[in-house]
């Protein structure tokens, strides 16, 4: 492969990881706003955000989706996978679960093995049913140490793992595809954000209103401006590892994507300063482990 072609490629893919990775420290910005509400903007501003670039770019090719009902229906259900991973993914960051949500982005690509086995007919090489059975025996050593299941990280790895295996469906690029998920959730988004009350860390909050949900404590100016850059957090990523994925082998992509979820681990131990007893690295030591082994087989696919 060409080394100015790789560069290129590992700039924008580790750039995509990079933001992701940073990026709960712009939704702890958006804390004092419930996540019921900030999904509804997420969902907004992402369309208006893709739809400016692609009308730009004069693509209006993926609004043709929509003609087939089986490519539609992949989208419709492809957009209530990112809704549920959106909202778990800024209620967890805000409730101070950093650090479960990158256990989650850390097993998603070994769901996504299970998944192309069951849905795609993908053989798994032993050292990939190594890697997971590694990964289980993880999560059940999380499960008992914490005396409860991670739901917020199977919830994300499951979300993400289906949404990728429909994206090999609907065959459209990043952007293209985000458009047409946010125009199938853009009903969600504005009920979302008509709802008269909020959800909040105390609960139901009954004088919430919309206007008090988007502007609190904070000038409208700034506010606008915070709500306007969740389409650029959204979307950016995205496009980036769109871009960086088709100049890079699978082993670089598979082995860069973990850049995310390392992140977010540092930022919910040391920035947030996040409940993780030392016991709890065990787990994740069979976690890290099993990505080694799966990082081991995308190089050597034959063992």
Not at 36 to 45: A, E, K
Not at 154 to 169: D, N, Q, S, T
Not at 273 to 283: D, K, M, Q, T, V
Request: charged share 10%.
């Amino acid at each position: 492969m060409n080394k100015s072609v790789f560069r290129t490629g590992v700039i924008f893919t580790a750039g995509s990881f990079l933001i992701w990775g940073v990026s709960p420290l712009f939704w702890k910005l958006l804390a004092d706003i419930d996540s019921v509400h900030i999904l509804g903007y997420r969902i907004i501003s992402s369309l208006c955000y893709t739809s400016f670039i692609l009308i730009l770019n004069k693509n209006i090719k993926w609004l043709a989706i929509f003609r087939n009902p089986k490519k539609g229906a992949f989208i419709i259900l492809s957009s209530l996978l990112l809704c549920i991973n959106w909202l778990t993914y800024v209620w967890a960051i805000n409730q101070g679960y950093t650090i479960e949500v990158s256990l989650g982005y850390y097993i998603n690509p070994l769901i996504s093995i299970i998944l192309g086995l069951i849905f795609m007919r993908e053989k798994l090489s032993s050292l990939q049913w190594l890697a997971f059975g590694i990964a289980c025996l993880g999560v059940l050593t999380l499960t008992v140490l914490s005396g409860r299941l991670p739901w917020i990280s199977l919830v994300l790895a499951i979300c993400f793992g289906i949404y990728g295996l429909l994206k090999k469906r609907i065959e459209l690029s990043s952007m293209e595809s985000l458009g047409a998920e946010t125009l199938t959730a853009l009903p969600i988004g504005i009920i979302l954000l008509l709802l008269p009350h909020g959800i909040t860390s105390q609960g139901i909050n009954d004088t919430a209103s919309l206007q008090y949900a988007v502007f609190p404590d904070t000038s409208i100016g700034l506010r606008l401006i915070m709500l306007i850059l969740i389409g650029v957090i959204t979307a950016t990523p995205l496009y980036l590892f769109g871009r960086g994925a088709r100049l890079l082998p699978l082993s670089t992509v598979g082995f860069i994507q973990f850049l995310g979820p390392t992140i977010q681990f540092i930022l919910g131990y040391f920035v947030f300063g996040e409940y993780f007893p030392n016991r709890y690295f065990i787990a994740f030591a069979f976690i890290w482990l099993s990505l080694i082994v799966y990082i081991v087989s995308l190089n050597y696919k034959r063992i």
